[in-house]
């Protein structure tokens, strides 16, 4: 059974595994520009040549339109990473792991009606969003050595290949809305019966172990059977 990983905030962490809430971030929130280009843009602006690429219809929307109605959660596939941690060296951050399958099988199930719900820049309000299509793949990375298009080259779901290291996992939300009128900056996945995913929980190996046994007392204040907590396998390479 293959994991996925997600790095975050504790703060997140509790609003995911208690509350069953995760924040699905808008494209042009990433720190990538190339995202939300068709697989001809990508290759046009980054000078990649794929060969059996056929001219894709056109689309009416430019990539920095696309990008506002397209939402992702992007997820490491495997287990921990050190250069993941990285980008929380200085955070009280934590990774979330569990089987890549059983997140699958909740997103595939919700109800594009209810259970997804926008959130706005006036204030946070939370509205239904009209939810044109949801899906999901490990990401493609595109370099010269990429042969031809095939029907996995979805929206969202192909990069550069200057980020393969990322080995990213995710799940994509496209919005039904015209682009004068898009105000949402993410959605909100209320997941189904979020008791019935197992978590593990692992503690930023920069921090001293007195965080380690912070969240460890915490979570077992919680009682919840589903959630493991442990330390990062990483930690003694920074213990002194």
């Known amino acids: 059974m293959k994991n996925i990983t997600r790095y975050m905030s504790l703060e997140k962490c509790l609003d995911v595994v ?11 929130s990433f720190d990538d520009q190339l995202e939300g280009h068709t697989l001809t843009q990508l290759a046009d602006k980054a000078g990649i040549v794929i060969q059996g690429l ?25 287990g921990e990473n050190l250069s993941m941690w990285d980008r929380f060296r200085a955070e009280r951050g934590l990774a979330i792991s569990l089987s890549k399958e059983s997140l699958i099988e909740k997103f595939t199930n919700s109800s594009k009606a209810n259970d ?13 969003p009209e939810i044109s299509d949801t899906y999901y793949g490990a990401i493609k990375y595109v370099s010269n050595r990429t042969q031809k298009k095939d029907s996995s080259y979805r929206l969202g779901l192909f990069k550069h290949s200057a980020f393969k290291h990322e080995k990213e996992f995710r799940l994509v939300v496209r919005q039904k809305a015209k682009i004068d009128q898009v105000r ?55 213990t002194k």
């Open 54 to 78: 056929e001219e894709e219809k056109r689309n009416k929307l430019d990539p920095d339109q696309r990008k506002k109605v397209l939402f992702g959660s992007c997820w490491f596939s495997g």
């Open 116 to 128: 997804f719900k926008l959130i706005h820049d006036n204030h946070g309000a939370l509205n239904e």
């Open 184 to 238: 949402a900056t993410g959605i909100l996945w209320n997941i189904p019966k979020i008791e019935d995913l197992d978590f593990t929980i692992y503690t930023n190996p920069y921090m001293d172990s007195s965080f380690t046994k912070m969240v460890k007392s915490y979570f077992s204040e919680l009682n919840l059977k589903n959630i493991k907590v442990s330390k990062s396998k990483f930690r003694s390479l920074f």
């Open 18 to 28: 208690t509350n069953g809430r995760l924040y699905i971030a808008r494209f042009d």
